[in-house]
């Protein structure tokens, strides 16, 4: 290699060198971000997941409290596939146990119903906007359904329910971060950055929250919620009580970043240049440490998410005829119901897999919010 | 050293004042008192209770008087080991907490022990064998066990028990074992319903755990000193754990503080679904009948618990790492 190749060759590595160093800071981000291949997945789930719940009205066969009086309890059952008649279910046959006097049901494999796409059923408003009565599939008459998930104790079919509950579920979580965001970095950032008396108080005040078990205190204060209040103010009500808490975490990380911030060159300068104090918060401060807003926030949902359910579950979240994962599983709460009827654990798997995509996602997430690190 | 736990303990003072007022304010957040719920649960039963009869009562327990003066006798009982009455059970709070509470702590710190013995090790090998299929594995289901909440656990676990083993694995003890004189047996089938639990209640907990003993030994591992040990010529197996391990480990002790309040969290929330006589079922119960004074002692001793665990966690901490005593 000539002395001439060698230097343009130098070059060229240098000129490699600095575009990287030209790339924005959020650019930067985004090529260590899409190195995770978990976290990827982490967030396609996510994504998957919300557009699930836009569309939940359509891709459930049944509305949340549509009954089935004549399958209560009814077992899962089996999608086949024929290459002829195309996908069909076997009809159930009831039978009554003359012992237990429990209602089992049975599929009869002599009689075969077609499931077919796109069918006209219960109405609906999708996304609460647009009137429609089609849904993704389903069966048809109207004496019998088509239960991928097994029917519940009042013959509701559990799969639509698990569906439609994710509504509630990944909203509550995503109205509850945002919640906490708002409290949490207003009242992080300018605890750190003004410091001295102000700063003290939050603190005492942040140490006084955490000093309660959280779960112990969610129930304290959603027990307080009067029982005759209307769904949606139990709602809200909810998502309130649970960001009452979660800030807290938000606002400690945030000080922490911004008292060392508040020593950089940058903030001196617009001081300097006459800056007020709001203004050098939420134009200078806010944006330098949003990426590390953007994870903490990620990282929260799964907390608000087991939350809620755990609360529904425990009879003091969210309560019928509102539908969420959590107020699924109280029917699964007895050992007869999981003895008898364990596919009532079904929105189990919803819960477990929501959380399992916000971790992944916020996990790499947090890597590439520090992209300077290796 | 000593002025350290001095300095935490004063520190702790005035937090706890705060805490047990507004514990107090929260437990009186409900609408209406004992007497209006105890009135709307006889009214559904088909009986009733006058308003007569209720203002005689309420006078009775002091429910009348205004709130200053019911939380200082309520507070002021706590200097006497006194927490109150409970109108529901009518009996003493105290008679009534003290196992539970201590069954509540005794899974707590059982499970804390797994935690530790399980999520250490595991740590460690994942650090040793970084990218490996076993590492790549592990985190997996690190990730896995921190989404699965502890009451999906436990319903799991009610599952198993059911179609695994075909016996009912909910409360303290089997069928029959309740009553029976303590034995051997008696002990190792309480032995039997505690693990279980506590594993369940550790398996976030391991997760974490594992997750940052990996992080800090790697961090660890990638010092000057470790490569000078190995070039003394030291065997890995003591390179790793007489030098990497013993720093390596000061985050874990630190998060310690942290796991706390979700061990407490978890325990009462497992303790329902398991119905394991911990302060769960009952203090879900005291906040629906409003039977104020047992919930406001179990919430404030929930509280108190989490602080003192804390202090513990500080505590370790300090003596560990000589830098946290100077500041």
Redesign the interface.
């Known amino acids: 290699m000539s002395a001439y190749e060698a230097q343009m060759d130098e070059l060229a590595s240098r000129a490699e060198e600095e575009s990287r160093f030209a790339l924005s800071q959020w650019q930067l981000m985004w090529r260590k971000f899409v190195r995770s291949r978990t976290a990827i997945i982490g967030g396609a789930m996510i994504l998957l997941f919300y557009v699930a719940a836009l569309l939940a009205d359509f891709l459930s066969p049944y509305g949340a409290n549509q009954r089935f009086v004549q399958f209560l309890y009814a077992p899962p059952q089996a999608l086949h596939v024929d290459l002829r008649q195309g996908v069909y279910i076997h009809a159930l046959t009831r039978k009554v146990d003359q012992e237990t006097l429990l209602t089992t049901y049975a599929p009869d494999p002599t009689q075969r119903i077609p499931v077919r796409l796109l069918v006209h059923g219960e109405p609906y408003k999708l996304a609460g906007l647009i009137p429609s009565d089609v849904h993704l599939f389903g069966i048809d008459g109207k004496d019998m359904g088509v239960f991928l998930f097994g029917t519940d104790r009042q013959g509701r079919d559990v799969l639509s329910r698990a569906l439609i509950g994710g509504q509630m579920s990944l909203t509550i979580g995503l109205v509850g971060v945002a919640l906490s965001l708002i409290i949490g970095s207003v009242l992080g950032v300018t605890s750190g950055y003004f410091g001295g008396q102000i700063d003290n108080i939050m603190q005492r005040l942040i140490e006084v929250i955490r000093s309660f078990p959280s779960i112990p205190l969610w129930m304290a204060l959603t027990a307080a919620l009067p029982q005759h209040w209307p769904p949606e103010r139990v709602y809200f009500a909810i998502t309130v009580i649970l960001s009452l808490i979660g800030w807290t975490w938000l606002a400690r990380q945030l000080r922490g970043k911004v008292l060392a911030l508040r020593e950089e060159e940058f903030v001196a300068a617009a001081q300097l240049a006459g800056a007020s104090d709001a203004w050098v918060i939420f134009r200078h401060l806010i944006p330098a440490v949003l990426g590390h807003i953007i994870v903490v926030a990620t990282l929260a949902m799964p907390s608000m998410i087991l939350a809620e359910s755990a609360l529904s579950f425990l009879n003091l979240g969210l309560r019928p005829p509102l539908v969420s994962w959590g107020v699924l599983l109280q029917e699964a709460q007895n050992l007869e119901s999981i003895r008898h009827y364990p596919w009532l654990l079904a929105p189990a798997a919803f819960i477990a897999a929501a959380v399992l995509a916000f971790n992944f996602f916020g996990d790499g997430l947090r890597d590439a919010a520090d992209p300077y690190t290796q | 050293m000593i002025t350290f736990v001095a300095r935490r303990l004063l520190g702790m003072i ?3 004042f ?2 047990s007022i ?2 107090f304010i ?2 009186q ?3 209406g008192d004992f007497m209006t719920s105890l009135a709307a649960n006889l009214a559904s039963g088909g009986s009733g209770i006058d308003e007569g009869t209720m203002n005689v009562l309420r006078h009775q327990y002091g429910l009348d008087q205004p709130f200053a003066v019911q939380y200082l006798k309520w507070v002021g009982g706590f200097f006497r080991g006194d927490f109150g009455y409970s109108l529901e059970w009518r009996r003493p709070v105290r008679d009534l907490i003290l196992g539970r509470l201590g069954l509540t702590m005794a899974l707590s710190l059982i499970s804390l022990v797994v935690m530790w013995v399980i999520a250490v090790p595991i740590g460690i090998y994942s650090a040793t064998h970084q990218y490996s299929l076993g590492d790549n594995l592990l985190t997996l289901l690190g ?2 066990g ?7 656990l436990g ?2 676990y ?2 198993i028990g ?2 695994g083993f075909g016996v ?1 694995v ?1 409360g303290l003890y089997s069928q029959g074992m309740e009553e029976a004189p303590w034995s051997a047996a008696k002990a190792l089938d309480l032995a039997n319903h505690l693990i279980w639990p506590a594993l369940i209640l550790g398996v976030g907990g391991i997760a974490q755990l594992m997750r940052i003993m990996r992080g800090s030994l790697l961090d660890v591992l990638g010092q000057q000193y470790i490569t000078t040990a190995r070039a003394k010529g030291l065997k890995e197996r003591v390179v790793v754990n007489k030098y990497a391990v013993r720093v390596a480990i000061n985050p874990l002790v630190s998060v310690m503080g942290m796991q706390l ?1 979700q061990l ?3 325990a ?2 497992l303790g ?2 398991l119905s394991l006589p911990t ?1 769960g079922p009952m ?2 119960r005291a ?2 009948s409003q039977d104020m004074y047992l ?1 406001g002692s ?2 404030l001793f ?2 108190l ?3 003192a665990g804390n202090l513990l966690a500080d505590i370790a901490l300090a003596w560990i790492d000589p830098r946290i005593r100077l500041e």
């Not at chain 2, 921190?146 to 999906?152: A, Q």
């Open positions: 005035p937090t706890l705060l805490v507004l514990t929260i437990i957040l409900p609408p990730f896995l921190l989404s699965l909440p502890d009451f999906l319903l799991v009610l599952a059911i179609f009912s909910m309040p407490i969290s978890g009462t929330v329902i679904v302060t203090f879900t906040l629906q919930a179990f919430l929930l509280s618990m989490l602080m």
